[in-house]
T-cell receptor, first 115, second 113 residues
């Protein structure tokens, strides 16, 4: 069965600090997709990244970077030089084996960036 | 390009009533998925519709149902509401399967009294 674990429930950092959000997943499948979403106080889930299981290249997008390691079943997310606007709940998610749109979400990490 | 829209944004109902929530996907998207978000259970998948057919279903009782119209708009219905149905209901649209990203709407906040 698919499972996503985000062990960090809440993290607080001071503005401009770097922060890494951890995500560990479980799946028996060789083909799957991993996602990160951001949920600001408004409630809408904002898509950040999708990564398929065959692509282990790390990705950088501005201040955001993702480290995907199949060996440890982890897909960690780092925000560099954090800003107050980064304050939100961040969710890691794993797709069903068939690639269907049934996403299994972790419990989320609430990030608070203190000015 | 307009995003995913959900109506209404807020609803207050009493136990035993039924409710219908609406979701309009991004133009061109044919898949619509519904999720329930609660503090206790987190984000849980309800069901997915693609080309007017339910393609996938989560582990929810039959009181939760949905449908999709020919224009890809979707509705979900909850009958005989229970207190535990109070939640944020999120709709997501995508072109097709998870090879494409899912875009979420702002959600409908349902409160059952």
């Amino acid at each position: 069965a698919q499972k996503v674990t985000q062990a960090q429930t809440e993290i607080s950092v001071v503005e401009k600090e770097d922060v890494t959000l951890d995500c560990v997943y479980e799946t028996r499948d060789t083909t799957y997709y991993l996602f990160w979403y951001k949920q600001p106080p408004s409630g809408e889930l904002v898509f950040l990244i999708r990564r398929n299981s065959f692509d282990e290249q790390n990705e950088i997008s501005g201040r955001y970077s993702w480290n995907f390691q199949k060996s440890t079943s982890s897909f960690n997310f780092t925000i560099t030089a954090s800003q107050v606007v980064d304050s939100a709940v961040y969710f890691c998610a794993l797709s069903e084996p068939t690639g269907a749109n049934n996403l299994f979400f972790g419990t989320g990490t609430r990030l608070t960036v203190i000015p | 390009k307009a995003g995913v829209t959900q109506t209404p944004r807020y609803l207050i109902k009493t136990r035993g009533q039924q409710v219908t929530l609406s979701c309009s996907p991004i133009s061109g998207h044919r898949s619509v998925s519904w999720y329930q978000q609660t503090p206790g259970q987190g984000l849980q998948f309800l069901f997915e519709y693609f080309s007017e057919t339910q393609r996938n279903k989560g582990n929810f009782p039959g009181r939760f149902s949905g449908r999709q119209f020919s224009n890809s708009r979707s509705e979900m219905n909850v009958s005989t509401l229970e207190l535990g149905d109070s939640a944020l209901y999120l709709c997501a649209s995508s072109l097709d399967r998870a090879v494409y990203e899912q875009f979420f709407g702002p959600g409908t906040r349902l409160t059952v009294l």
